[in-house]
């Protein structure tokens, strides 16, 4: 009968010998055997143990039974399979193992492990495992540590270790049996509470270290010889302790694997390797220690940047490796000459320089230190090398600028030097370049020899400041910069500018370096600037602003004194004529001629300038009436009646004149100029020779025109420019055959500006040219919309100013960019240009005309007969029309003058293959002569106004304005 039915089955009331006895009586055998024993099912669960066993493991059998084995065993989830070291079905009778279990008290137990089989009443095995301490099994060697400890007394408890015993079963189990107190000594662990992984590896073992422990460890078991380990472990307080110690392995007769063990705590050595190591891998220079055969132990990791090999490609190698070939024999031979005899110069002389080889083949140069040591009876050579390429690509790179220096020093223009003031004040030179002998003419030796030779070609005032300067910046330790003046031996006059800081050595003395730059060539253009400044250079006369600083002071001696200031403002007249029949230098001769005279008017507390071109000022002071400036002008008028003598030639000029006074017209220089110009204005357009006193009417026309030219530059930034058109016509057909376009300005303020108040104004300060463009741009946009539109495809004609027709380039860039942006054909748009306009330049005026032409763009003469065209001229010019000018238009029915100009008019335009356009048409009797006449075309207000482009557009759609004829 199985054990599980002796034990469990109840009694029965049956004769003696029956079943229920058996079963009794194998429960009391189990609870009376003097051995532990631990009942297991091949669930793992435990069906019984005996308080034998419940003794053992310090447990309560109601505790364990119906529970896991797990319960037992040190590490969760082993199961039957660990508890009996190996496969439960396979499991042999009698097998027997070591195994750690975990006592009620929660300490590890080491116990042998004895199987029996057995099965139970439903046929399923059953495992009797008999336990044991496994203490006492290694109870010999308890006594035998005992006794050692005994006759070793304090070394041995003192022994700064931890001895060990470890197990490791046939199916790979590994146990602890036994620690020494000195786990508690170096890792603060009782010994029977280091616990073990279910690997077997320790549990106080790094976990960084525990596949390189457990793989040395197998290999032991493997080989059965001794082996060095050495990890690091977590003592209790979290400190990583290094350990380090040797253990040989035995197999024993049953085949477990035990080992016997001393560790060493090691944690100090190896901190100060790491921090050797640390040192040697973060050292900036390379660190090789060499024996003395010539073989490298030991690299740095800087040897393995500068040199470009691994550490293990260079351990074990010869260090000639690392040498030119010239410089590995120089070291071979010093080598063995040092060994023989202590000498050759090895540790000699400190470091020194060699080329070194790197990996790619490449030389480089190094520095090289060199030490020997002597370390357990071993001769070791200590090897310190610095890659010095960049060192010597520096001192190169100074070598170089020294040279570079010495030759700017020796070619710049000036000296560089270096003065040396001792603390008793006497000076001397240490340095100075050659430049001492260009300017100054001394001799460098002969300056470093006598400092006085530069002081004495100072000039008296300069050498005072300059010891004075010298001696306040040696105080101050403050850089002097100062221009001197010095004669040199050749009896040359030169201008030096020095520039020199000071230092101050231990024993008091004063060294200067610097330089003295020749600035004789800038000193003089100084003064020419200076002259420019405040000087006309054709006339020598005072310029405007030396005109505005003298009114200055003369205006606080009027108020001083209670007087005035007359402001003249003169102008030559007709003196364009000169420039433009004999050139511009006999035309500045005649200015310096027209200076000459107006100076010996000029009394002495007065003040004359140039203003600029043909144009004087005057400044007239000490003024008490204004008949005072009325006789100054008569002066100046009678003192032209003479002719001027320029060269061979005489010339009758006149000067016109206005005038303004302080402070009755204006207290400041600018309004009173601007006033005296204004005058100046109103008495040329008197006639030649005129003056004219400033008014207040004047004072309102200048304002009212300095207004309308800041309106004109703020309506041309808005673009208030528009194209107004006035349709021309052909005589016979009454069709349009074109139309000219107006430029009207459109105020926000003031709505249409008539022409006649901004035209003239625009063109004096050069403003019509931005208006032009953007009644050229509208119109040709406007054209463009009425074609599009199915209108009449007629031409625009554009006027264009005097000054646009000058300035070809921006002209054709303005045609050709308002073509372009608004895709008109060419042929639809015509230029008109004033004869006068043309005539300027002819020969230019033809070449732009022509230009325009190859473009496609026609051009047209406006305003025929006002101007002095030259038929000969006029001929030449590729022009399409003349257009009639209106003043000959207006009276030709009445004027026979007029009538017989217009007739020759169309009759030469006919001759030329010129179409006519008569301007100025306001009467039926007007087209009625102009059609007897043959003019072409016709246009005019009785056709129609300029019309802005709406009602333009009206009048295309209404149809032709004039009945055939």
Aim: net charge negative; hydrophobic share 40%.
């Amino acid at each position: 009968m199985s054990i599980e039915g002796l034990k469990h089955e109840r009694p029965r009331a049956a004769a003696p010998g029956s079943v229920s006895d058996a079963a009794d009586l194998a429960a009391r055998a189990l609870d009376g055997a003097p051995q532990a024993l631990v009942v297991v099912d091949s669930d793992g669960i435990i069906r019984a143990l005996n308080a034998v066993a419940a003794d053992l493991l310090i447990r309560q059998p109601d505790d364990l039974v119906g529970g896991s084995i797990d319960r037992l065993l040190t590490i969760d989830g082993g199961g039957l399979e660990l508890f009996l070291g190996g496969d439960p079905q396979a499991l042999a009778e009698g097998a027997r193992r070591f195994l750690p279990l975990v006592r009620g008290d929660g300490a590890t137990l080491t116990c042998e492990v004895t199987v029996g089989l057995s099965t139970d009443a439903d046929g399923r095995r059953l495992f009797i495992t008999g336990l044991s301490d496994a203490t006492t099994a290694f109870s010999g060697l308890s006594g035998l540590w005992d006794d050692a400890e005994e006759r070793l007394g304090t070394v041995a408890a003192n022994l700064p270790g931890i001895i060990f015993q470890r197990v490791m079963q046939p199916d790979g189990t590994i146990y602890y049996p036994f620690f020494s107190t000195g786990v508690h000594d170096v890792l603060g662990y009782d010994p029977d509470s280091m616990r073990v992984t279910r690997d077997g590896c320790l549990d106080a073992i790094h976990w960084a270290d525990r596949d390189a422990y457990m793989d040395t460890l197998r290999r032991s078991a493997r080989t059965l010889g001794s082996y060095t380990e050495e990890f690091r472990a977590i003592a209790v307080n979290g400190e990583v302790k290094w350990l380090s110690g040797t253990a040989r392995a035995e197999r024993m007769p049953n085949g477990d694997i035990m080992w016997d063990g001393v560790l060493i705590d090691v944690t100090d050595r190896m901190r100060a390797e790491q921090r050797l190591e640390m040192i040697m891998d973060h050292a900036a220079d390379c660190i090789v220690t060499i024996s003395e055969d010539g073989v490298i132990e030991t690299v740095n990791a800087a040897t393995s940047r500068t040199f470009g090999w691994d550490e293990a490609e260079m351990v074990g190698r010869n260090v000639g490796m690392l040498m030119t070939e010239a410089e590995r024999a120089e070291y071979d031979a010093r080598l063995r000459r040092y060994l023989d005899t202590g000498e050759g110069g090895m540790l000699d002389g400190g470091a020194r320089e060699l080329e070194a080889v790197h990996r790619d083949g490449t030389h480089f140069p190094i520095e090289l230190a060199l030490s020997e040591v002597l370390t357990e009876g071993r001769r070791l050579f200590i090897a310190v090398l610095r890659d010095i390429t960049t060192r010597k690509a520096t001192e190169q790179a100074l070598h170089d600028t020294e040279h570079r220096l010495r030759a700017i020093a020796d070619n710049i223009n000036g000296m560089v030097f270096q003065r040396v003031v001792s603390p008793d004040g006497t000076m001397r030179y240490s340095y100075v370049n050659e430049g001492a002998r260009r300017i100054a003419g001394l001799e460098p030796e002969d300056m470093l020899a006598d400092a006085d030779l530069f002081l004495d070609c100072l000039a008296s005032e300069d050498r005072a400041a300059f010891r004075a300067a010298l001696e306040r910046g040696g105080r101050d330790l403050e850089p002097v910069e100062l221009d001197v003046r010095l004669t040199s031996h050749t009896g040359e006059t030169r201008w030096l500018r020095s520039w020199s800081r000071p230092r101050r050595l231990e024993d008091g003395t004063i060294l200067w370096d610097g330089v003295a730059l020749d600035v004789t060539d800038r000193k003089r253009a100084e003064e020419r600037l200076m002259f420019l400044a405040y000087y006309d250079p054709l006339t020598g006369l005072g310029n405007r602003t030396l005109f505005l600083e003298r009114f200055h002071k003369c205006r606080v001696a009027a108020r001083r004194e209670d007087t005035r200031i007359g402001f003249l403002s003169m102008g030559l007249d007709r003196f364009s004529i000169i420039n433009a029949t004999l050139g511009h230098s006999v035309g500045d001769q005649v200015l310096k001629a027209v200076a000459d005279r107006l100076a010996d008017q000029c009394a002495e507390a007065d003040v004359l300038s140039r203003a600029g071109g043909d144009r004087f000022m005057m400044l007239l002071t000490g003024v008490q009436t204004p008949g005072e400036v009325f006789a100054a002008v008569e002066r100046i008028q009678r003192a032209f009646d003479a002719p001027l003598t320029v060269g061979d030639q005489e010339f009758d000029l006149t000067v016109s004149m206005g005038a303004s006074l302080f402070p009755n017209d204006g207290d400041s220089a600018e309004t009173l100029i601007m006033h005296a110009d204004a005058a100046l204005n109103r008495a040329k357009a008197q006639g030649p020779g005129s003056f004219q006193l400033f008014t207040e009417e004047m004072g309102q026309k200048a304002v009212k025109t300095l207004s309308m030219q800041a309106r004109l530059r703020r309506a041309i930034e808005n673009r208030e420019f528009v194209a107004f058109f006035q349709p021309q016509v052909e005589v016979k057909t009454g069709q349009f055959i074109g139309m000219e376009a107006l430029a009207r300005w459109i105020s926000p303020d003031r709505g249409l500006v008539p022409p006649g108040e901004f035209i003239g104004v625009a063109e004096e300060y050069g403003l019509i040219d931005a208006i032009c463009d953007q009644v050229l741009d509208d119109a040709v946009r406007w054209t463009k919309h009425w074609h599009d539109a199915g209108l009449p495809k007629v031409p625009v004609a554009v006027n264009i100013s005097g000054r646009q027709f000058h300035n070809v380039r921006r002209l054709m860039a303005t045609v050709e960019g308002s073509l372009e942006r608004h895709k008109l054909e060419a042929c639809y748009l015509e230029l008109e240009l004033t004869e006068s306009s043309a005539m300027t330049d002819p020969e230019n005026a033809i070449s732009v005309v022509a230009n325009l032409a190859e473009r496609g763009v026609a051009c047209s003469i406006d305003d025929f007969g006002t101007g002095y065209s030259s038929l000969s001229v006029l001929k030449r010019f590729p022009i399409r029309k003349l257009k009639i000018d209106r003043s000959f238009v207006m009276d030709v029915t009445t004027d026979t003058n007029d009538a017989a100009i217009v007739c020759a008019m169309i009759a030469m335009a006919n001759a030329l293959n010129l179409k006519v356009v008569a301007e100025g048409v306001e009467t039926q009797e007007h087209i009625d002569f102009l059609h007897g006449v043959g003019c072409d075309h016709l246009q005019g207000f009785l056709i129609a106004k300029p019309l802005p482009a709406e009602e333009m557009e009206a009048m295309f759609r209404k149809g032709p304005p004039l009945p055939p004829r």
